[in-house]
């Protein structure tokens, strides 16, 4: 049996997506090294813009409540693919890599397939991937969200050793709630969390589990009821997670 992340603490990331200068992003950091407790229950992940993740590195200053990770990066190793950013390129500075978030899928045009490709260099790298599923708002309208979270967290881990699987960390994120201010009811978590558990059991053969995240309008005063839904081990947060209070205070509501 390989380790088990599910049982291991729930993980609380922060996406700042085009948001913070290098300065900018140490001030965030020390404002919210500050903040955390001396040993939260949670682990904590920041994922600053690219340009900002070596002084985000430099100023945690090794500080092991925190965590670093790239909010995307490109499928191949190195190459003529101007502006882009690889996994190898990344690998001294982050632990994490997102892959598949809704901006990318919906605003980039990724595909699952484009997805599949970036969580393999990330594993391949020897990072860990943060793989994004979510239904768009139509999509929950025509009643297929379980359908598309399913063929997403597939599309994901398909094919991928029980090891590999086990390094992965799925978050769920309804498009529809994704900095809107909307959320999704602790039950719509749990239902989706249910079929990423699913997923993730057939494909390891009920070796592994994976920790499933719950984002979209997370704040402190919603965090504690949907960190507690069933399955659901942790969140992504986008816009909380520029304020050092609100997202310190959404690390203190996994506890
Ligand atoms: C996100 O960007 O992944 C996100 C969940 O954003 P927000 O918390 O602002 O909805």
């Given at each position: 049996m390989t380790p088990d992340p599910w049982r291991k603490a729930p993980l609380i990331a922060g996406n700042w997506k085009m948001h913070k200068t290098p300065a900018e992003a140490r001030?965030?950091?020390?404002?919210?090294?500050?903040?955390?407790?001396?040993?939260?229950?949670?682990?904590?992940?920041?994922?600053?813009?690219?340009?900002?993740?070596?002084?985000?590195?430099?100023?945690?200053?090794?500080?092991?409540?925190?965590?670093?990770?790239?909010?995307?990066c490109h499928h191949e190793a190195a190459g003529a693919f101007t502006g882009e950013i690889s996994a190898p390129m990344l690998a001294p500075l982050c632990d994490y890599v997102l892959?598949?978030?809704?901006?990318?899928?919906?605003?980039?045009?990724?595909?699952?397939?484009?997805?599949?490709?970036?969580?393999?260099?990330?594993?391949?790298?020897?990072?860990?991937?943060?793989?994004?599923?979510?239904?768009?708002?139509?999509?929950?309208?025509?009643?297929?969200?379980?359908?598309?979270?399913?063929?997403?967290?597939?599309?994901?881990?398909?094919?991928?050793?029980?090891?590999?699987?086990?390094?992965?960390?799925?978050?769920?994120e309804p498009v529809w709630a994704i900095g809107t201010g909307a959320t999704a009811t602790p039950d719509d978590a749990a239902a989706a969390a249910a079929v990423i558990h699913r997923v993730v059991a057939e494909l390891s053969s009920g070796e592994v589990e994976v920790r499933v995240l719950y984002g979209g309008s997370v704040t402190p005063a919603n965090a504690a009821s949907l960190l507690s839904a069933p399955g659901v081990r942790g969140a992504l947060v986008g816009g909380a997670s520029l304020r050092a209070d609100e997202f310190a205070g959404i690390v203190a509501a996994a506890g």
């Open positions: 001030g965030l950091v020390r404002s919210l090294l500050g903040q955390l407790a001396a040993e939260p229950a949670a682990e904590v992940l920041l994922l600053p813009p690219f340009t900002a993740l070596e002084a985000v590195v430099e100023e945690l200053g090794g500080d092991t409540r925190v965590r670093v990770g790239a909010q995307n892959v598949g978030h809704s901006e990318r899928r919906h605003l980039m045009g990724e595909s699952d397939n484009v997805v599949r490709r970036k969580l393999d260099a990330v594993l391949v790298a020897g990072l860990l991937p943060v793989l994004a599923v979510g239904e768009t708002a139509a999509e929950r309208s025509a009643g297929v969200t379980e359908a598309v979270v399913e063929r997403q967290a597939r599309a994901g881990l398909e094919g991928l050793a029980i090891g590999e699987i086990g390094r992965c960390t799925v978050a769920y």
